[in-house]
């Protein structure tokens, strides 16, 4: 194969991101083609070299970047199945959201930097999944740590989006220096950072240190993937525009930490521990954040919680051994997720808020964005996981690989041994997962059925705004959208993307329908052992009938759950009673009362008490307040205290010994020359007794 | 003669003037205390000439190198009393401090531009 090929892919973008803000701002006319063609191109270049590839192949190039007196840095590729397919979704999916963000943020003064901040972004995702080198693989790793901060903060009038940027760098670098050492110490038991070398050792038991490696490595993986302990930064990055949170928080740089561990799977399935500590946070990951999903008021944030939950789902999987099933579901979870981001991205752009309960009395919201109203039923279709869209044969992949984990016959198809996999791993996955397929199903439909098909009449009897609404026939005046979105959430609605008179304009159509195609279809690519399992290790992706059966029994049930709470909710509502709990909650929504009490929603029936706590991220962030972060302010300002007033008094304290001591000395300057005389006279009596004795 | 009366006496010549330079008011009386000790160290200089026998009698010469110089110096410090005196109309030596740095000078140079206004406004007006 010609090595330009794979070269030329990270390139592009990179070089594309540094002429969009080169020109960007002097000629605006080209920050467009300069913005999209470059990742349009790799991403075509990216399916070449997968083709070119072929299944079951892999290919090593290294050159030596630099000597470094230890293990040396080698810019290195590695491809294979894996690297291909990843690199093909990040394609698609960086295409589609550039094209969609030439629509999205038409008018945004900031364009050009946003532009070329995604492309710096898709070339450093392409960097990690064809870097064959760790350290090459963390130049790129960081670089999108970077590019997230910057994205997030797009907005960076506001506060929220500040915070949310500053959060999600500081809570990703917490990850990232345990990972850092968790890179050396492979270097240094493997004598190279080559992933090649690495696997090579492990697989020659060489890794001194597994158990520890694998948790250093875990922990930059639970930042990048936001699983459980290091999960709060992604809910909040929802601050930044919506078709970043579709590229870089569901559908790619979430996705590195997966591939990393599933690249490196040997060196886990070293440490059963290791694989057990991955179950337990992707258990508590799921069903926390399907619960915090089944109580958001806010669209983007159920997606983002969804995002956390499916990276557990993923994690899962690896920690079951299995890094088919789990890849398998990466691919098609990037596919779905994009597509429900970008569509939501419409209706929010449509809508003018974020919030689903101020949706819901929005008649024909449905009518004005049919697109999108199809492409995200679609894609929720294959969140929950029916058959036959492709989130059923992903999610039936992980639930098969955690039962095969269970009964101790782990499919690791020849990557270890099915018995390094321990079976409570298999089993802590298993059910996590069944219930997180039920509590999937439940958030989804609930979503699904808030926003766009709560009763239009439901409005009537409440207030003002709903009436305004009504009267105004198809929009809603941007101030009450944006003053009715949930109190306390941490951004606000992006009141300068939005433009009542072009709800769908054909940049923001044509993108969900491109990804609808995988999200239908990509499933079967698992079916056949010679498709999809060629490509990767060669092991089998079909369903099993038990996992089969259970995962789209508990999926239905959740749908049905949610719906009889949402049709008793609806009727309540139609009645003229609120519902049950909602009166304990009008003090804490003082802010908006209204879009809370009018709103039929089936999350406070399901969740119950729960609903508060899961409202709020089960307190999580307040937790970490109280832990990190009052602790860290308050060591701030003991600094500064001990900076103003013990260093300082010291500095001052010098200048006003100084003045004291001179003052002293001028008392004795009377200007009488006799007191001279008399003091020289002493002086010298003295030294002369001195000097006799 | 013995050595003990010229020292003696020399001794208590100096000790006149040391309480002359350091106790009167008046300056022409103590510079009339400084030629007391240079006198006093004279007397030396040639009492310890004679006792020494020194054949080149060295000290006998610097005698009057000094009194040549003292009387150079006395021209000079009566000179400048005599402008003191026609300056400021006394010849007190506590009067004369104005070279002293009294502490509360920072207060005065402060308030200096302040007095040098006001003169100036007199001037003017």
Same mark, same amino acid.
Request: proline residues 13%; glycine residues 10%; hydrophobic residues 35%.
């Given at each position: 194969m010609n090595l330009a090929l794979p070269a030329l892919v990270p390139a592009l973008p990179a070089l594309g991101a540094a002429a969009t803000l080169a020109v960007g701002k002097r000629v605006p006319g080209l920050a467009r083609p300069l913005a999209i063609v470059p990742v349009a191109v790799s991403a075509v270049l990216a399916l070449v070299v997968a083709i070119q590839l072929g299944s079951g192949q892999s290919l090593d190039v290294a050159t030596r970047l #630099?000597?470094?007196?230890?293990p040396d840095i080698a810019l290195a590729f590695h491809l294979d199945g894996y690297s291909s397919l990843i690199s093909v979704l990040v394609g698609l999916v960086a295409t589609c959201v550039q094209v969609y963000s030439t629509a999205y943020l038409?008018?945004?003064?900031?364009y050009p930097s946003y532009a070329a901040l995604v492309s710096l972004f898709t070339a450093a995702m392409f960097l990690v999944v064809y870097s064959g080198d760790l350290i090459v693989l963390l130049v790129g790793w960081e670089i999108m740590g970077i590019c997230s901060y910057f994205l997030i903060g797009?907005?960076?009038? #506001?506060q929220d989006a500040r915070s949310a940027s500053l959060k999600a760098f500081l809570v990703t670098k917490l990850g990232d220096v345990p990972f850092l050492f968790g890179i050396f110490l492979l270097g240094a038991d493997a004598?190279?950072?080559?992933i090649e070398d690495v696997l090579r050792a492990a697989a020659d038991g060489q890794l001194g240190h597994p158990t520890l490696t694998a948790l250093l490595l875990l922990a930059g993986v639970a930042g990048k993937s936001a699983?459980?302990?290091?999960? &709060?930064w992604l809910p909040d990055?929802?601050?930044?525009p919506t078709p970043v949170s579709a590229l870089i928080?569901?559908?790619t740089m979430v996705a590195a930490g997966i591939y990393l561990v599933a690249r490196l799977l040997p060196v886990f399935l070293l440490s059963g521990a290791a694989l057990v500590v991955l179950a337990v946070m992707a258990a508590v990951t799921m069903i926390g954040s399907a619960l915090c999903a089944l109580a958001q008021d806010d669209l983007k944030r159920v997606l983002a919680y969804s995002t956390v939950g499916q990276l557990g789902y993923m994690a899962g999987a690896l920690a079951s051994g299995d890094r088919e099933a789990s890849v398998f579901h990466l691919v098609s979870h990037g596919a779905f997720k994009a597509l429900l981001f970008l569509a939501a991205g419409v209706v929010i752009h449509a809508a003018h808020t974020n919030s689903i309960s101020v949706m819901s009395r929005m008649p024909g919201l449905r009518k004005r964005v049919p697109d999108a109203y199809w492409t995200m039923g679609i894609a929720l279709v294959a969140l929950v996981g029916?058959?036959?869209?492709?989130g059923f044969f992903s999610k039936e992949a992980v639930l098969t690989a955690a039962e095969h984990a269970a009964n101790g016959e782990a499919l690791t198809n020849g990557v270890?041994?099915?018995?390094?996999?321990p079976q409570a791993a298999g089993w802590i996955v298993l059910i996590s997962a069944g219930l997180t397929a039920l509590l999937t199903a439940a958030y989804a439909t609930r979503m699904f059925l808030v926003a766009f098909h709560?009763?239009?009449?439901?409005? +009537?009897? +409440?207030?003002a705004v709903a009436a305004g609404a009504a009267g105004a026939g198809v929009s809603v005046p941007t101030a009450a959208g944006s003053s009715d979105h949930?109190?306390?959430?941490p951004y606000s609605p992006e009141v300068d993307e939005?433009?009542?008179? #072009?709800?769908?304009?054909p940049a923001m159509r044509w993108p969900l329908w491109v990804l609808a195609v995988p999200t239908v279809g990509?499933? $079967?690519?698992?079916?056949?052992?010679?498709?999809l399992p060629a490509l990767l290790d060669g092991g089998s992706l079909r369903p099993s009938a038990v996992t089969a059966v259970t995962g789209t029994g508990l999926a239905v049930v959740g749908i049905l759950l949610a719906y009889g709470a949402w049709r008793s909710a609806t009727a309540r509502l139609g009645a003229g009673?609120?519902?049950?709990?909602a009166a304990g909650r009008v003090p804490e929504q003082a802010g908006s009362p209204a879009a809370e009490v009018i709103a039929a929603d089936p999350g406070r029936a399901l969740l119950g008490p729960l609903f508060d706590p899961a409202r709020h991220g089960f307190g999580v962030d307040r937790l970490y307040g109280a832990l990190f972060v009052r602790p860290v302010a308050a060591a701030a300002r003991l600094v500064r205290f001990l900076d103003r007033e013990v260093v300082e008094t010291y500095v001052r304290g010098s200048g006003v010994g100084a003045n004291l001591l001179g003052r002293a000395v001028r008392l004795?300057?009377?200007?009488n020359a006799q007191t001279y005389l008399s003091a020289l006279l002493a002086g010298v009596v003295l030294l002369v007794v001195l000097v006799a004795v | 003669m013995h050595l003990a009366y010229p020292a003696v006496l020399a001794a208590l010549l100096f000790s006149v003037g040391v309480y002359g330079v350091l106790a009167r008011r008046n300056v022409i009386l103590v510079l009339m205390s400084v030629e007391l000790m240079l006198n006093a160290v004279n007397l030396n200089l040639v009492a310890f000439d004679v006792w020494l026998r020194d054949s080149l009698h060295a000290g006998q010469a610097l005698t009057l190198f000094t009194i040549t110089i003292a009387a150079a110096e006395i021209g000079l410090g009566l000179a400048v009393v005599l402008l003191l005196f026609r300056a400021r109309g006394t010849a007190d030596?506590?009067? $004369? &401090?104005?070279?002293g740095d009294p502490a509360e000078s920072t207060v005065d140079i402060e308030e200096a531009p302040v007095g040098a206004e006001a003169l100036k406004g007199r001037a003017a007006a």
């Open positions: #630099t000597p470094t007196g230890g038409k008018d945004d003064p900031r797009h907005h960076w009038e #506001t004598g190279s950072f080559r699983q459980f302990p290091l999960h &709060t990055a929802m601050a930044g928080h569901a559908a029916l058959p036959p869209f492709s270890g041994p099915a018995s390094a996999v709560s009763p239009a009449t439901a409005g +009537a009897p +409440a207030t949930e109190a306390g959430a939005a433009d009542p008179a #072009t709800a769908e304009p990509f499933g $079967v690519a698992g079916l056949r052992s010679d498709w009673q609120p519902a049950p709990a004795a300057q009377t200007g | 030596i506590d009067k $004369v &401090t104005t070279l």
